[in-house]
Each structure stands twice: as C-alpha cells, then as structure tokens.
C-alpha cells in the first residue's frame, strides 16, 4: 500500500485526472441506474384460487379447500395456510417463514396443484395460484365523463399506445364490460321436450366447431374447408334441438329460450371522482429508470389526448415515476445541503484550502459508489438513497484524519510530498480499523432474515461501498491534493486556542483525579437512559409519507353487486364533502389494480369494495394523516348503517391490524361465542378504532334432498339430479361466438327462479332418457348454512382484530383481552393464537440482536488485530453503550417514537462511534512507546486527536441534518438517533476513554 501512496503523490496528475475520470463515469451511471420507489422484494405468500360453480360454502370447504390446504402443507417452511370458503369459490392464502426460499416453494405449490386435479370433484375449475403480490402498478390512468362505447375504444387505442413504449411490461384494462351470449331457456317450455339442459349444452359446443375437411389430390393438394362455428345470435337461435312428437316439426334453440347479448353479471366495477369509470395499469420492466419511462409514458398520454375528439377526461390515480423522481430530487437536495454543511464544518475547523480538499473526497466516493452500484445490481430506491445520506457525514472522516496528519507533518517542517506521504502513511492502519469497524457494523444489518433483510438490504450494501471508495479516496486522492494545496502553519497559541478544548482539557483533569467516581458515574447515567427508554413508545413500521389513504369496504349482502355499489357511493358521497379530498376512485366487487407494494387484495367478490383518495393536509385543519383517517372514520361509522368501511393509510410493511386475535376450533358455535365476546371487549376498550369480526351469522338456504329409492325407480342417478340443477341455475359457459374480431362467452341457463320452478324441473335420465319431475324424486326444505367459512392452519377460525389509536398501549390493550380469554368458562377445544404489531416486532426483529452481536464480535477481532491487545479492544467498545445515552436522551426530550430504521441506526452507531476511541488509543500506545508517562499520554492524545475526533463527529452529524429535516416518518427518527448517539458519544469518549485506559493499563 506504501508504494502505491508514493506513486499516487509522485505522479498526482494522473491521480487527478483518474478523479475527474471517475467523477464524469460515476455522474454518466447515475443517469444509467435504474430508478424506483421501493427495494425488490420477493412475496412470502401466495393465493390459491378455485371455483366450484354452484356449490355452498360448506360444500367448498369440504370438497376442495381442504384438498389445497392439505398439499399446500408440504411445502417446505410454510409459517400459516388462512383459507376462505365461499359459495362456489374457495381461497387459500399460503405464507412462508421469513427464512424459506419462496421462490424454491412457489415452484413446488404449481406441480403440487398440477397434481391434484384426480382429487377434486367434477366441476371444479383448475386452480389459479398468485404469487406476484409484490408487484404494484407503475401507473393507473382513469378514464370517464363519457358514453361508456367512448372508454371502451379510448382505452383500446391508449393501451396499444402505451404498450409500444419502451421499459412498459405490461398493460391491462379493468372496467370494460364484457358482453356474453346470453340463452336463457324456458324451463317450462324445456319440460315439453325429450330434452335436458345437458343435451342443449352438448348440442352448442358440437355444433361450433371447425372440422377440415381434408385435401382433393385431384385438384393439387387443394385444402377442403367446411364452416361450422357460429357467426351471428340467429344462427345460434335456428340451432335444431329436436323434434316435435305432436306436429313433427323441427324444435329451434330460438323456441324454447330468448338469446340476447348483454353484459356479464357481477362484473367488477369502477369509478373515477363519483363517475363510471375505466381503468388503464401499466407495469414497469424490472432493473429499468422508470423516470424517463414516465417522461416517455407522459408523452404518450399527451399525444394520444390531442387526437381526442370527444369530452372524455383522463386522470392519473397512480403515476410512480413522479413519486420516484420527487424522492430523487429530494436526495440531490439533501445531498447538496449535507455537502454545504461539512464544507462549513470543514472550513471553520481548518481553513478554506483544506476544506475544499476534504470536501472532495465527498463527490469522489459518491461518484465511485453510483458506479459500483451499476456494476453490481443495486438500484436507485428509497433504502439505498438513504445509505448514501447516512454515509454522508462519515465519507469525509477519513479524509479529516489523513489531511490533519498531513498538515502536522507540513507543521514540522518536511517538504510537501514527503509530509503528504508520511502522513498517509502514519494513518494508514488507524484509518483502515476505523473503517472496517464502521463496515462491520453496517454488513451485520445483511445477515437480517427473510422479508426484513430483503427490504433493508441496500441500505447497507451502499454504505460498505461508500466508505470503502472513501478510505481509497483518503489514502491516494487526499495526500495528491495535500501535496498540491496544502501550506505549513506556524505555531498555534495555546493560550488562544478552543475555548472548548481547554474545557475538555479542564474537565479530564478533574477526572483522572477521580477515576473510579468518573466511570461508575457514566454507567449510572447509562443506568438512567436504559430506564428511560422503557418509557418510548414503539412504532415499529410507521405509516408511508404519502397523500394516498384508501378505504375498504364491505357489505353485508353477498353476492350483490348493486347493494355493494350502494355503498360505495355513501362513501363517496363522504369523500366529496371533504374540501382536503382532492380526488378518489373506486372499485365494486373487489380491489383497485394494486397500488402500493404493501397493500394486500381483497377478495374478488360482489361483497367488497375499495376507494383510493388523494389527500391535501394544507387544506384541512389536521397536521398528520393519523388524526384525519380517526376523523373519517368516525363520519363513515355513523353514516354506514350495514356494512363496514376502513379507512386506512398506506404501510411501510404488511399492511394489518395492531392488533389481532385468531380464535380456532371445529364446533362454529362455540368459536362464535368467544369471538363475539372479544368484540365486545375491544369495542368497549378506550383507544381502539376499527374494531372487526370475520365472524358471520347463518343465512337460510334451499336443500334438496334426493330420496334414493324413488330416483332409482325412475332411472335417474344423484349425478343426473345434482348435475341438471346447477346447470339450470348456476349455468354453464359451453363454447364461444366470434363475431367481428371479438370473442364472447356463450352463458346457457334456465329462468327457474323460484323455489316452485325447481321443484317443477323435468330431470332426464341418462339411462332411460325419460324425464321425471324434480319433486317426485326429492324433497326441498330450508336450512341455516354458512355464507362464508374461514379456517387457519387446516381449522375453522374466527378473526377479531382492531387498530390502536396512537398513545395508548397496544401491549395492555392485548394484556385485557388475554386476560378475558383465560377467564371463559366454554374454551375447551379451542386454539386462540395472537397477531399483530407483537408478530411484526418478532418477525422483523429476530435477527436484530444477533446481528448487534455479530458486529461487537467482529469489531472486537479488528481491535485485537490491530492493538494485539485483550483489554484495550474492551476500553474501546465502552463508546458503544455510551452513544445509547445520547440516543435515549434526544428521543425522551422530543417524544419521538422508536422505528425499525432506529435499531439499524444504533447497530451501524456500533461501528461509528469506536472510531473515536481508536484514534485516541492508537496516539496514547504511540506517546508510551515514545516514552511518555501513563496519563501524560492519554492527556496529549485528547490534545492531539481533540480536532480531528471533533470535525469527524460534527461533519457526521451536520451531513445527517437534512435527513434528520426531511420529515420522513421512517428516516427522520434514524438520523436523529445518530446524531444523539453520535454527540454525546463524542463528549463521553474524550474524557471516559482516557480515565478507563489509564485505570486498566500499568505504567
């Protein structure tokens, strides 16, 4: 490394030119690098999806989730199956430990699904398994305020448009409705006949097919084609079904049903500002700058709106790339601010051509990390931008310490190059223990498991290459620049020196006087800040800074869209009223196209709703989103008399309630009542809002029951029977109609629509072919059944959870409800686990404190290299705890919360604030070698690091102030717990260190 110091001092203008070089490539990357909103992340969960057409929600469960739940069971690290079964569909959620590799068992719930159709009963469609819950738009674009003929075509051409951009993956429609084939057969008219709904359904797939004909040999191998498919609703209508045994006549579709084109049932619904809607989401390419795919999108929509000839309006509901590049902007100005002030820092501490030098290694390893960062895969996201804030301050410490050792070397009298290199050199081994102990620290936060470390991972990943380019930049760039610029100085008056180095100097004499009181006294202030800190209030993830907030509703009737859409307007209705609003969209019968990364879907059913709504604080009178989602909560509880509406704000993870009670059993009953009493408890309970049951109560249902004797009398089967009626009512999707370029579903039913009407139902034996009257073969009868059946982990499950307004404890409110739960007297049976913000603190912090400890572990093997010492590597982690105290003050003087981001903040200040006492202890093993008394070293190494020790720790801190200023919910209380830790630290370590080095080491 000497060698390489002297070639980089001896020829310094290849040095510099190698700098500008690297400056100009790294400004060149930063336009290359992809450019997104959050890190990628893989999904720990999946959802299974199947439909069993007419079948009840007891019938699902039996008949097919539990099939599903039972092979998703053998999968590897599986960590809950939740499943919900409902009339004719069931869903199963599948979530992995944090740890399994997903991607691995994703892969193996496809061949396990693959091979489970020999399980399930006829009818049951295939499967559909989504494991992209991750991914989220990069654009939702609202069409409306027009004929809905205009949408449709609109967002046919804008979506042609818009796929022809490059760095767009995908494009969807939602909102088109799509039209079927309707035949709807009179089932009185159907009984005349010798024929069954399962022959009418036989006869349309047969008669639309193409079948080649074959080639003429004769004529040239000249192809021979027959048409066969339907072309047009009257063709359809003449179909020949039969013939009539009265008059001979030919029977036609067109005589026993009324064939109709009209638009699907149930269809997912949307809206844009109270106004029938469709909606158009792109999809971004994966490792892509989606800010200049953005621009290009933006262009798109322009140009395509200039060819507009009607009213229709275009509105962004989602546009990510602006939210990208105003969370860059934002980093630039940050950037430039931090740099602004460790220049000033800089400048006051050493003068204006120093603090120019130092301040350069700040865009040099910045310009070397955005080059890594291309060369190795990581992205411009909002956990990288903040490792390159965070390692803001630390990149010029390096720097300070090499440029301070140059300038005591000028000091002295040796020439330029000689002092520049003598200089780099007596730091060499300081500075890179510094820097490995700080690069220890901050590679401990990768070893995180699962989802956690996946998120967060960049964070670190950007640090550890920062401060690698600033220790290259320290050791070669520095001492050229210091051999060009630097001047010696005359001797400084000590007289007239800090007013607050003699303070300090004051200060460490009374405590080597006193060196037992001194170090028992600095633990006991440690003491008191532990003490402290169980007294913060912890908000592990808090919500995303973000205008967006959404709503989830859900009605009580299911399978009604038209009520649901009731509802939806009563919310609406709220949301225009509100002057903070600026706008909202809706969805009716399911989720909106996913929008932010962390929001699960709703189920797709008629029963659920959701309304995303863009918020503008200024123009209310809250000051944060929390009160303001309280205020409409309320307004929607008292205007929503059936139903139920959440309002909620966007997460920085999974998003779910504070907390949530999971109550498991077999007998419904039973597991009823328990849950029906914790919802009480928790409605009563001061500071919980949103309180909710799963729990649903028993709807009357038609059941028809086969007598098996009288059907074997007549030759009918139970198939026969179960088959014909859900054909007649359910229906059946038997072929398709092309018909000018566009294929429609052909929907077969009956018009059966009473009670009555099914009984009067003419049912066909396969064997006989005669047809025998329903209710001469079976007995209907009403029943209570079960709308819709949840389990978790293979049993029925009821869920009651609630959100916690902020100031109250969820821990005590949970303390209440456990204690309710132990006392009931009717539990036998029943397993009760317990969710929530207690799940997501384990899940997340699991790996925390082991990864603390790796990172003492690891710093301490660096000190015993370095020092070759057992006790010295101890005095020095003494900063470690010591830089809590400043952590715990500042967070109890301004009530601030305790965040995920703090804890990776007081790890990485592991690695940051030993670098102070290694400097301090390196001088005094250095002073005693020379030949200096005990104490007398550790006075002159306070005296002789007192500057550089001073400006590493100021410019640390001054470079995390606009991070501290930002206002960030997630970053903002980081940067303040480093900027607390980091002072305090600093005033402990100059006077502490030196009393404890002087206690455990002899003269």
Known sequence: MNRIIQYAIKERKTTLLIAVALIVYGLYN?????????????????????????????EVEEQVTKIVEEEAMALEGVDSIESISNNNVSIVIVKLKTEADSAKQWEELERLMRNMDSQLPLGVKKPAIETDLINSAGFIISLSDGFYSQLEQHAIDLKQQLQMVKGVRKVTIQGMREKQVMIDIDYSLLNQYDLSMEDIRDLLIAQNLNIPAGYLQDSGNVAVNVKGKFESLDEIGDLI????????????LKDIAKISMEHKEDERQYRHNGQDAILITGYFE?????????????????????????????????????????????????????????????????????????????????????????????????????????????????????????????NEGLEKKEAAFRGAREQLVPVLTSTLTTLAAFAAITTLPGSAGEFVKSLPQVVFISLSASYVVAMLITPALGSLFFKARGPIDHQKRHRIRRFFHYILIRSFKHKIITTISSFALLGLAVLAALTLEIDLFPYADKDLMYVDL????????????????????????????????????????????????????????????????????????NDYMIYLQDKLNHALYQGVATVNQLELTESGSDFKVVIAGEDMDTLKGLADEVEKKLLETPGTINVQSNSVGKVYAYQVDIDSAMATTFGLTKYDIQNQLNLSLYGSSPTTLQLNNTTYDIWLKTNASTIKDIENLRIKSRITGNKTLLKQVAHTRLEDNLPTINRLDGRRAITVETNVISGYSVLEIGNEVEA?????????????????????????????????????????????????????????????????????????LFDIKVTFTVLLGLISLIGIVVNNAILLIEYMNRARASGSALEEACMESVDKRFRPIMLSTVTTVMGLVPLALSGSSFFSPMAIALMGGLMVSTVLTLVIIPVVYALVEKE
């Open 554 to 625: 859900q009605g009580e009737v299911k399978g009604d869209t038209a009520k649901t859409k009731t509802y939806v307007e009563v919310v609406e209705g709220i949301l225009a009223e509100e002057e903070a609003i600026t706008t909202y969209t809706s969805s009716i019968g399911g989720s909106l196209p996913k929008f932010y990364i962390t929001v699960n879907p709703l189920a797709s059913t008629a029963d659920m709703g959701q309304i995303l709504f863009r918020v503008d604080l200024k123009k209310s009178v809250f000051s944060n989103q």
């Open 241 to 252: 079904l039969t013939v009539s045994k009265d008059t001979g006549a030919m029977v036609q």
């Open 820 to 892: 309710l739960i132990e006392d009931y007297p009717d539990k036998e049976g029943l397993q009760v686990k317990y969710f929530g913000q207690k799940e997501t603190m384990d899940n997340y912090l699991s790996g925390l404190d082991v990864a603390a400890l790796f990172s003492l572990a690891i710093i301490y093997i660096i000190l015993l290299l370095q020092f070759n010492s057992y006790k010295q590597p101890f005095v020095i982690l003494i900063t470690v705890p010591l830089s809590l105290i400043g952590s715990i003050l500042i967070f109890v």
């Open 286 to 410: 994966e490792n892509k700058n989606v800010i200049h795919i953005g621009d290009d999108v933006k262009k798109a929509i322009g140009d395509y709106q200039d060819t507009m000839a009607d009213e229709t309006a275009l509105h962004d509901v989602l546009f990510q790339p602006e939210e990208v590049g105003n969370a860059v902007n934002d980093f630039i100005i940050s950037l430039l601010q931090g740099m602004l002030f460790v220049l000033i820092v800089v400048f006051i501490g050493v003068g204006i051509r120093n603090a120019l030098i130092i301040a350069m290694s700040i865009p040099l390893s910045i310009c070397i990390t955005l080059i890594v960062m291309k060369l190795t895969g990581i992205h411009i996201e909002q956990m990288s931008i903040s490792g390159l804030i965070v390692a803001l301050g630390i990149l010029v410490d390096n720097s300070i310490v090499i440029s301070d050792a140059i300038q005591v070397k000028l």
């Open 30 to 58: 930063y336009y290359l690098l992809p450019k997104q909103e959050n890190p990628d992340t893989t999904s720990p969960a999946a959802v299974i999806t199947t439909v069993f057409p007419g079948a009840s929600a007891v």
